[in-house]
């Protein structure tokens, strides 16, 4: 009796289990689908039919960024990647075809200086903080990014501010909105950290407590943090080398160094595995980065602004570095007044890989246009100029073999417009990355006026009705934030 009554019991404790397993899966279904959901914007649920995996785009005018202009060509997209570039192309039973006739097709823009989606720009309590992790701070809601994918962007490289000498590690990002934050890191991206040289880290433009002022404050000052700190990762790589080699001579009793989170991302320079992203502008101190990393043993990845490139574009070029830098934006500050439009040209010229960025959450939706410029100052070809926000940043980002350019195999992402990009009158009708759809524009148009429904309801409601004439008007933001997001703004709810 008592066996039948403990196996009665065994069975009720099972379901009473689960009972409770199947509504904690259902609220487990439910959060997901919330996360997925993007919000502000129009709501676009990117597709994830399985038996989809193909697509085929037919008849479109298609800019390669690598292999010139193709006239009158299909596209084929089949699990992520471009499977086939050609003409009469077919796809399997079931596919989605789009009909681009009149169109033209171009890969992702990528953007080698953005802020976007970050809740932080900078740490400013240190001159070195390559202890920071930029990927700590993202948010994948920020609706800057829906904005970013209807202007044909896809890829970001997000960078720390230029408060510090040696600033936070960087993270590649692909932009799919509307997905948890795990999916948007770039996999096999090179990881990469931000310098910065010049009025920024030296402090000279924002005010400080002379108590409390921070060093360094000269130009001086900022190359001698950067040697000093290489100076300290040299010899803490020197440290673990010896501790190795007696592991690997099999000693005994071995004591390994203590670790130093901000010292090991220096390691990774100096063995060629992190990439060093400067921010500057002025000539001097771009020979003055160029002669430490000699120095050192290292190279600059990428110069970022670099405003005053075109004066020693040579002494660029045999260091091997790229510059990413503006169009036509300039004179917002000292050190940038020297800056010219040809500036990008004359780099291209002297042999340096050159790309356009954003630094802006605005100019990020128009970076096609301000590739279009450089065919204006300084005489880039078509394909030159759409190199610059397409194939070179992939390359000063490590990742030319899986974007940049429409070829065979690469992942497929690229954006189909209205006309040809650099016009100031095409669209971006769809944009994809990795072969599934982040932005369509006739969705983005058919959900508007539900949306303003959506804005009425919540503005009648209780706690958004204005105040009355003898209520209390809301407090208004402490410090600033304006629509222009740089390095240069280092509001992060404190200092300005």
């Keep these: ?56 785009i037919r008849n479109a005018t298609i800019l390669t960024a690598s292999r ?7 596209l084929l997209i089949r699990a992520g990647k471009i499977a086939e570039v050609g003409q009469s192309l077919r796809a399997r039973e079931g596919a989605r075809v789009i009909d681009a006739t009149g169109k033209y097709v171009m890969p992702g823009i990528i953007d080698c200086h953005s802020h976007s989606m970050m809740d932080a720009v900078n740490e400013l309590s240190l001159s070195v903080t390559s202890m920071a992790r930029i990927q700590d701070v993202l948010n994948p809601t920020d609706v800057d990014l829906y904005r970013e994918l209807a202007g044909g962007v896809t890829t970001l490289n997000l960078l720390h501010g230029s408060g510090n000498a040696i ?56 190359g001698e943090v950067i040697r000093e700190a290489f100076t300290r990762a040299r010899d803490y790589k020197s440290g673990w080398d010896e501790y190795r080699a007696a592991q690997r001579r099999g000693a005994r009793n071995l004591i390994p160094p203590r670790r130093d989170l901000q010292l090991e991302p220096l390691v990774e320079i100096l063995e060629g595995k992190r990439l060093v992203h400067a921010h500057c502008y002025r000539a001097d101190e771009i020979l003055m980065l160029i002669d430490l990393a000699n120095e050192f043993g290292f190279k600059i990845k990428t110069f970022q602004h670099v405003l005053e490139g075109y004066k020693v574009a ?95 195999g690469k992942d497929a992402d690229l954006a189909i417009w209205t006309a040809h990009p650099f016009s100031p009158y095409a669209r971006v ?5 990795d072969g599934e759809i982040f932005f369509d524009r006739q969705q983005d148009l058919a959900r508007r006026a539900e949306l303003e429904r959506e804005r009425r309801t919540l503005e009648a409601a209780e706690p958004n009705r204005a105040p009355g004439q003898s209520g209390t008007p809301p407090a208004l933001p402490r410090g600033r934030r304006t629509a222009y997001t740089h390095d240069d703004d280092v509001w992060d709810g404190g200092d300005q």
Excluded: C
């Design 1 to 56: 009796m008592q066996k039948v009554k403990g196996k009665r019991l065994s069975l009720l404790l099972l379901a009473f289990a689960l009972l409770g397993i199947a509504p904690f899966a259902s609220l487990q279904n439910a959060r997901a689908q919330q996360q997925r959901r993007p919000r502000g914007g129009a709501e676009q649920t990117p597709t994830r039919n399985t038996a989809q995996t193909e697509t085929l």
């Design 68 to 74: 010139g202009t193709l006239q009158n060509t299909d």
């Design 167 to 222: 600033g936070g590690l960087n993270t590649v990002v692909k932009i799919k909105y509307g997905r948890p934050l795990n999916e948007f890191v770039f996999p096999g991206a090179m990881p990469g950290i931000k310098f910065a040289l010049g009025e920024n880290p030296k402090r000279s433009n924002f005010p400080q407590d002379p108590a409390r002022r921070r060093y360094p404050a000269t130009r001086m000052g900022v």
């Design 314 to 408: 040579r002494e660029i070029a045999a260091h091997g570095a790229g510059a990413s830098t503006f169009a036509d934006f300039w004179g917002y500050k000292i050190e940038a007044y020297d800056a010219i439009p040809y500036n990008a040209a004359i780099m291209t010229r002297a042999g340096v890989n050159v790309s356009l960025n954003s630094d802006s959450d605005e100019r990020a939706r128009r970076l096609n246009i301000e590739a279009a410029k450089m065919i204006r100052y300084g005489g880039l070809t078509e394909e030159e100029a759409l190199r610059t926000i397409t194939l070179n940043p992939a390359m000063q980002l490590g990742i030319e073999s899986r974007v940049g350019s429409i070829d065979r």
């Design 429 to 433: 009708e769809t944009t994809f990355v």
